[in-house]
């Protein structure tokens, strides 16, 4: 079956421009995480959307990153006025639960690679 | 403030032999262990996961060792292949209650190389 996808796979945008990054989750996962892959710093958590309930967004960073998710489906990472300390890699998780429990898994996305030049 | 701390940052492993990547953790909440492995270009994937209860769970050639009163935890890769070639992450999560947070809390990662 497919699993997570991410579009784009790659995306190079200039400092103080906005970009897009989109997630489709595996059909009927109901839980969906955002994460960022920085070079040294693992992975770090952004967003949690579960459902129709309000979004965990205690990992964003600053009030230029949001996300939205319509349809409890796709979702899409938005990044405004970006600066080259947002370039990184963006990941996208779904699992079947709303929170892990027992060997419940988070199954990753390909994550897009963005450069802010 | 880093919560989970991973060592080595990378290690290098002859074909056959044993290797060895640690974590130890600071929030005596966390409740679910698990370590994925991501190969580049890729997302991580699941390997192997534990919960504090047990001190040891083993699935093939990987071992994940437990130790709650250190706060530590550990994987091991018996038996090493080239294939085995990847960045380990260990992670920790509060989700296995069913309280508190969800989602995963990474060490920074260990680039395993496995020379033939």
């Known amino acids: 079956g497919a699993g997570v996808s991410q579009s784009p796979s790659n995306k190079v945008t200039e400092k103080g421009k906005d970009v897009e990054l989109r997630c489709d989750p595996i059909?009927?996962?109901?839980?969906l995480y955002w994460y960022r892959q920085s070079l040294g710093q693992g992975l770090e958590f952004l967003i949690y959307f579960q459902g129709n309930s309000a979004p965990d967004k205690s990992g964003l960073p600053s009030d230029r990153f949001s996300a939205e998710r319509t349809g409890g489906s796709v979702s899409t990472l938005t990044i405004q006025r970006t600066q080259q300390e947002d370039s990184a890699v963006y990941l996208c998780?779904?699992?079947?639960?709303?929170?892990?429990?027992?060997?419940?898994?988070?199954?990753f996305g390909p994550g897009t690679r963005l450069t802010v030049l | 403030q880093q919560q989970v701390k991973q060592s080595p940052q990378s290690l290098i492993v002859q074909k056959g032999g044993i290797s060895i990547i640690n974590c130890a953790y600071e929030?005596?909440?966390?409740?679910?262990f698990p370590w994925y492995q991501q190969f580049p270009g890729k997302g991580p994937a699941l390997l192997i996961a534990i919960r504090p209860d047990v001190s040891e769970k083993k699935e093939g050639r990987f071992t994940i060792s437990f130790n709650k009163s250190a706060k530590q935890f550990s994987l091991h890769i018996m038996d090493s292949q080239p294939g085995d070639s990847a960045t380990y992450f260990c992670?920790?999560?509060?989700?296995?209650?069913?309280?508190?947070?969800?989602?995963?809390?990474f060490g920074k990662g260990t680039k395993l190389s496995v020379i033939p």
């Open positions: 059909s009927g996962h109901t839980a």
């Open positions: 992670a920790a999560s509060m989700g296995y209650s069913g309280a508190g947070s969800y989602q995963l809390t």
């Open positions: 929030n005596t909440a966390f409740d679910y």
């Open positions: 998780a779904s699992s079947s639960r709303p929170r892990l429990a027992g060997d419940d898994e988070q199954f």
